[in-house]
Every structure is written in C-alpha cells, then in structure tokens.
C-alpha cells in the first residue's frame, strides 16, 4: 500500500513524502532540502527512507478530522524505541485505510510465525555466521572448570532434563552438587515452582563460591518443608569444602580479614512436614560428621539466600501455597528480601516515562524534569543494581555462595544473576562473553520474552480519537484552551498518549507467581514463511499478548549494564550502541533469538533451522559494536584493573542515547540526574570505610556468626532459623506464620509494623506495590 503526499512529524521536524506499508514495515520516504549554501547546480540530496517494524508499534491513535474543520487527518504512532511520530494524510479515507492496515499487520497477525523473523533473508554479512552455535552449555561450564572429568570442585552436569520432562522452563544441562543424585532431584523439584530447582549459574574460579538460582519455594501458609531440596540447598554451600584456591587474590579487598571457618549445613530434616518415599536412597551423608571446615580467604563466610522481593511481598505468597524459605531448614546461612518492586510497578514507570516524552512528536523541548523524576525509574535501576552489588560482593570478597530466586525466578532473578555475574567475571564484558550470559541466563534458563514484550500486540494499544481538538474541546477530561499554538499542540500530545492502565491484578486474579497462563540500516528481503504445525490450538492461544503481562525487564538489565559500562568505560569490550541496538531486536522481530521463553520452546519450533540468530547481527558489525576504550587487562594489584566492578550509587543516571535525547536534557548540567537514587551514607549500611575500596564502594565488614553481613538500603529484611529483623524494628525471634503475618498487619487484628531500621520506607505498601508476585 503506498500514500503519496504524506506529512511526516518528528521531534519537531516537517518532511513531506510517501509511505509505503510492506508486509512487515512502514516505510516513510523523502527528499531532503538541499543545505542552504549549496550551489544551484548541487545535487540534490540522496533520498532518505524510515523504516519501522509493525512489532516496534507500542501505540497508535488514529484521529479523523473534526467535523467543520479544515485540519488533516493524522496517525500518532509511538515506538518501543521511544521513537515518537505523527502522519498526516490529505484525505480521511486514506487516512483511515492506513490506520487499519498498520493495526491489522501489527496486532491481528495472531501468530509467531508470521512475524519477520521467519521471512526474513540476511545480507551477505551474516550469512558466514551462525550465532545459534555460540553458546555452548558444556564448553561454558569447561570455561567454569566443571566437566565430567572433573569432580574436585563439588559440581556435576546432570542430564536429569535432557528431555525437558523434569522442568519444561529449565535447560536440558543443569549444573548441581556431585554428592546429589538425580533421584534427591526427583523430589526436590515437587519442592520449587515449576520444578526450578537452585542449580549453578556461575562458580568462582578463586574461591569456588557459586550463584546459583531458583524458583521460590512452596511452603504455603503451613510452612511446609522438605528436606531434599534442604539437602540439595547445603550441598550447594558446602562444595568449597575443603577448597584451596591456587592463587590467593591480590587486591586489598580481598587479603585483610583473618581465616575462619564455616558451618555444616547438612539439615537433619527433623520436624519437616515433607513425606519422603521409604523406598528412595538414604538422604545421609556418611561422612558428614567428619566434614572439613575450610579455610576462607578473605572474610568470615555466610552463605545467602537471595529473595529478590520485598518482604511483604514474599510472605503474601504464602498465602496461595507459595512463599519463601523456612530458615530452619536452611540452618546457618541467611536469607535478605531485597525491596525490588515487581512487573508492575517496572511497567508503569516506564509508561511514565513515555508520558512525558510523548510529545517528542510535535516538539522539539527538552522532557521535564520533575515528570522524569517522578518515574521513579532511576530508583528502581538503583535498586536492581544495589542488588547485584550485594551478590557480587557476597560471592567475591565475602568468599560466601548465594542462592537467588524471586517468584518463578525468571525476571528478578535473571537480572540480578546476570548482572552479578557482568560484576564479578572479565569475560562477561568482553562481546563473546555479553553474548554467553544472555544465551545462558536468559535463553536457556527462561524468560517469558513473549508476554514481557508482547511481539503480537494488542487491540487495546491502537485506538480512534473522535474528539475535537478545538481550542473549547478536552483531552481526558480538561479543557485546551486557546493561546499558545506549540502549548496546545503538546499538551494534545500528551493527551493522546497519557493511557490509563487497566490492569487489576489481584491476589484472586490467579495463583501464579510471575506468570499468567525505526531501524538504522535497511532491511534486508523477506520471503513467505511456512508455517508451524505445533503453533495452534490451546497452546497458541498462551501467546495471545496480555497487556498486565507486558514488563521491561530485559530493558532494565541492558540499562544496569549501561549504567556499569558509563562508570568503567575501559572495563567492556562493548559500547552503549551495541546495549541500544540489542534492545531494539529484542522488539523488531527480526530475529528469532528472543521470540521464545524457554530452551524446550526453540527447539520444538526449530528456532535455530527456521530463522537467524541476533548474534549475526552484531557479529557481523562487529567494530560498530567495539569500544575503543577498552583494555582488558585484569590486575587486582593496580588500582583500577581489578577483576570485579561494583556500580556507584551515586553515579545512576538517565539513558539519553536510548530515548533519543541529549545528555543535558536528560541528565542536566550538572549535580546528579532528576529522579536519581540519594547516594548511600555510612550510617545507612554496615560497611568499612570506602576509601580502601579500589572500585570506590564501601565494602561489606567482616560478619559474625549472629550478625547480618550487611544492612544495605535495598535489603528490606534479614532472616535466619535464630533471628529476623527488617519487620519489626529490632530483631526478634522467628515467630510463627500466623505471627507473622500480624506483624506485616496481614489477617484479622493485624496491626502496623513499625518502619524497618534498614529502610525509610512505610511497612504497610500501597497497592501498586504489593500487587501480587504472580499472575
């Protein structure tokens, strides 16, 4: 369909031209001016076309012309590229005809298989490269000194999952302790939602301390327990038993606390509401009373549970069979809510970013930058990157392991496993290794790509605007009085896209937690695709978009990465537009690599046989995609070369890049960002003097065997099987569940928690951020 004498408009600008809707793209084409000191017998300028992908359409409104008014009919589209255009058609008929094709390419295509991924035919370039292939579970866990030759380091690959009948949602290759067979797997998997069972993700190659991650438990309001998974979880904090590593670190983070030793934390499972099969194979170890205590370089060990929740949050769950750990169960090691709000408070504070950038369209002004602050995004950056810091320094100077999980543990927990793992390891900052990260923790251990980004759009997100736009007429509800034409022409633009959110998520809503059942280089060819055979009936109808469902969670880990690669910029091999570009294929449907949720999902579909990978693209431009800045070197001597990087609270700060903005407009010119996270003070954290920190963040003090290790802003609540602080305002004793909830002020004759020492936040939340761990 091709319109001639279209007017586009964009951040201001005016270019007359034609658009084209093909298959899988509108295409806006023009002549620019010529400069103005150009000769008259210059030639013209070289044609330039914008082409923007139907899934990259996060917003459309189609408004008519009003009636005895002699204004055009236009299109208002906004990108999930933070791309803002306004069309504007000399006739209504074709007006609309444009309308209803963009809206029916975009939302009522009802079917993977007819996006662009599936036709699409690289150019030369990518075709010598296969980034399916890349990421090679056995070779990384080689790289992680983990093989079937090698059992020193306490770790097995089991093949438990190689058919993805265990865990539909896990890898086929899941990565655990030597001493604990598949049949303890067996039950401890009845134990975790949707069978995630803690499996490793990352082990240190100094100290052989682990992150691994999970889905939450499912104690329910019993609090049941079950000692497989209590087995496999002290298992797991026992595989540096023993351990010496070859090379004691040289950074002074690292060299100055005394030796100790750790706790034996094999459970005894009494009291546990469990049944175990009496036929099953005893759950003993024989030796463990003759456990080695090791000798920790660097700290006094204690081992952590990470529930990526705020504490309330966590403990409604237990109100639908859910919940968290019973730490008497998990004896010596310690559990810290961390105060991440959940998809959709993350969802609605991105929307209010949009909001207030929703004008971009029309006008050519800087965002307001109290409405930026007001986002509260920056917080929650703040938040997810606090969090990380936590495990990182846990794992890598604290020399303790650290379980992570949020609620099916693939939003949250894929953040901040990944993110932790960017601080710790060189390699994961290196292109290659960037691209080993996210195939592992976000390919193949799980995300739900298609209902966090909805590839196939949605009814509600295109709509018809019948008001008037005269100067009596109203946008929501409010007058536009006259005055002003760029005024009333942005405050319009804010009108249009000021979309009231009608989720209603709710504890009766279900009883899952997490889950409810312009590009810059031309596209290349498309052909028709064949169709998927598995792709129909019940399960096709899972991948119908659910607009409570849509969440930047990959959005606001390629945003911690940039906020980490803006304060170490000669630490990454990668620079911010390879971040950019990364984000934008995660929404043009180009590619096939984020189209599914799972490992078992890309292989049913033949992913990899039926479309190209993104890593083709990247590959392929490589020096695009290189930072110039970049040295490898990795000294933990020389001050600034150390292996680990820590984020700087004080340091977060705006993407202006990404939403197509200056530096100064969205940062300002000096002093630190609107909305950005107040700077820690040493009175808000147990923590050593900075200044001997190489990385400039104040690092964590040498804990006791009855003290948290640390009190960090983001730590919403510390528990133990002796003690629980963060909901009362002193430590107390473990109570019991019916205590417990009383003491959040949950069940009848609750009252009011008083407000926690470790954060300044009221302990009773509001809605939007209690709103259930589920859907």
């Known amino acids: 369909m091709r319109i001639e004498d279209v007017t586009l408009w964009t951040r201001g600008a005016r270019h007359d031209g034609t658009l084209n809707l093909k298959p899988h793209h509108m295409v806006f084409s023009w002549h620019p001016p010529p400069p103005p000191d150009s000769p008259e017998s210059a030639r013209p300028p070289r044609e330039k076309e914008l082409w923007i992908t139907f899934p990259m359409v996060s917003y459309c409104v189609y408004r008519p012309t009003p009636p005895q008014s002699h204004q055009q009919p236009s299109i208002r589209i906004q990108c999930r590229d933070f791309k803002f255009f306004a069309f504007h058609f000399l006739g209504e008929n074709k007006a609309r005809e444009a309308y209803e094709r963009i809206r029916s390419s975009s939302c009522k295509i009802g079917r993977l298989d007819k996006l662009l991924a599936f036709s699409y035919k690289p150019p030369p370039a990518e075709k010598p490269i296969d980034g399916w292939n890349i990421y090679d579970a056995r070779r990384e ?45 067996n039950y401890a998997g009845k134990y975790r939602s949707r069978a995630r069972i803690p499996a490793l993700v990352y082990r240190h190659p100094i100290n052989n301390c682990s992150i691994t991650r999970s889905a939450q438990p499912t104690p329910g309001i019993r609090g049941s327990r079950n000692v497989q998974d209590e087995k496999l979880v002290a298992a797991i904090f026992a595989t540096n038993s023993g351990w010496k590593p070859q090379t004691a670190p040289t950074s002074s983070t690292t060299s100055s606390s005394p030796e100790s030793s750790v706790d034996n934390f094999i459970s005894s499972g009494a009291d546990s509401s469990s049944v175990v099969d009496p036929e099953t194979e005893d759950l003993s170890d024989p030796d463990e009373s003759d456990t080695i205590h090791p000798k920790v370089y660097g700290a006094q060990q204690r081992n952590m549970i990470v529930d990526a929740r705020p504490t309330i949050n966590a403990m409604a769950m237990q109100l639908v069979g859910k919940g968290s750990e019973n730490m008497d169960g998990y004896k010596g090691a310690q559990k810290a809510y961390l105060g991440i709000d959940n998809i959709h408070v993350m969802r609605r504070s991105l929307q209010k970013i949009v909001d207030t950038l929703s004008h971009s369209d ?78 592992k923790d976000w390919m193949s251990f799980g995300h739900m790509f298609r209902q966090r980004s909805g590839f196939l759009s949605h009814e509600k997100w295109f709509e018809i605007e019948n008001e008037r736009i005269a100067g009596k007429s109203s946008v929501n509800g409010t007058s536009s009085p006259s005055g002003n034409p760029i005024e009333n022409a942005t405050r319009l633009a804010k009108g249009f896209f000021n979309r009231k959110d009608e989720s209603r998520e709710s504890l009766a809503d279900t009883t899952d937690a997490e889950m409810q059942n312009a590009s810059d280089s031309t596209p290349a060819s498309v052909s028709t695709p064949a169709p998927i055979g598995s792709m129909s ?64 999902e890309r292989v049913e579909n033949k992913a990899a046989q039926r479309t190209r990978s993104v890593w083709d693209y990247f590959l392929s431009r490589r020096p695009e995609f290189t930072n110039p800045k970049y040295d490898p070197t990795v000294d933990d001597s020389i001050r600034g070369k150390e292996r680990m990087i820590f984020p700087d609270s004080r340091k977060i700060r705006w993407w202006p890049e990404l939403f197509g903005r200056l530096d100064e407009e969205m940062n300002g010119k000096a002093g630190p960002p609107p909305g950005a996270p107040a700077a820690l003070s040493p009175s808000s954290s147990m923590v050593s003097n900075s200044s001997n920190n190489p990385n400039g963040l104040a690092t964590p ?64 939340p509001s809605r939007e951020e209690m709103e259930v761990e589920m859907q």
């Open 537 to 600: 009936g019940a399960a096709e109808e899972q991948r119908v978009t659910k607009p409570s469902e849509i969440s930047p969670v990959f959005h606001q880990f390629l945003d911690c990465t940039y906020q980490l690669l803006y304060q170490h910029p000669d630490r990454f091999e990668y620079n911010e537009r390879f971040l950019r570009r990364l984000l934008y294929h995660l929404y043009s449907c180009q590619y096939g690599t984020f189209l599914f949720d799972n490992e078992k």
């Open 141 to 185: 866990w080689k790289r992680l000194g983990i093989s079937a030759k090698d059992s020193e380091k306490g770790w097995r690959i089991s093949e438990i999952n190689v058919d993805y009948q265990y865990s539909p949602t896990y890898p086929a290759l899941i990565v655990v302790p030597t001493r604990i067979s598949d049949n303890v797997l």
């Open 362 to 439: 029309v006008s050519a002004f800087p965002p307001n930058a109290e409405q930026l602050a007001a986002t509260g995004w920056l917080k929650h950056i703040g938040n997810v990157l606090e969090g990380s810091a936590l495990i990182a320094r846990t794992v890598g100077i604290m020399h303790s392991h650290v379980l992570i999980h949020c609620s099916d543990g693939w939003d949250r927990t894929s953040q901040l496993s990944a993110l932790s793992q960017i601080c710790l390891d060189p390699y994961y900052r290196t292109i290659d290794g960037f691209i080993v990260l996210v195939e």
């Open 701 to 764: 003090s040498r804990s006791g065997a009855t003290t948290p290790v640390l009190a960090d802003p983001i730590v919403t609540g510390v528990e133990t099987s002796e003690y629980a602080t963060g909901v009362a305002a002193q430590p107390k004793p473990a109570a019991s569940m019916a205590q417990a909830f009383a003491s959040l002020g949950i069940g009848s004759g609750g009252s009011s928690p008083q407000p926690s020492p470790q954060r300044g936040r009221s302990p009773r």
